[in-house]
């Protein structure tokens, strides 16, 4: 059998990863019944901490659009930096 990543997993596999963890089933027989490699399994359970799947998505969605707002921020302050680097040499 592939071992799938983790983004490739449904909502439900996941939902059963969740579950089974939580129901005290040994982290070897989770890995084994889905298919998972150890850190796969450590990744889901710190990713997701008790939030559903589609919850951290939409956190991973909200964290990129402010990472790209702030990379246009500190574009702009370059510039402006850049251009009273200039102006203090002229004088």
């Known amino acids: 059998m592939e071992v799938l990543a983790y983004k490739k997993r449904t909502q439900e596999e996941i939902q059963g990863i969740l579950d089974d963890v939580t129901s005290g089933v040994s982290k070897y027989q989770i890995c084994k019944k889905y ?26 969605k909200k964290n990129k659009d402010k990472i790209e707002k702030l990379k246009k921020i500190i574009q702009e302050q370059s510039k402006q930096i850049e251009f009273l680097r200039n102006a203090l040499k002229k004088l």
């Open 35 to 60: 298919d998972l490699s150890e850190t796969a399994l450590y990744r889901i359970l710190s990713l997701i901490a008790g939030k559903p799947p589609s919850d951290y998505l939409k956190s991973i």
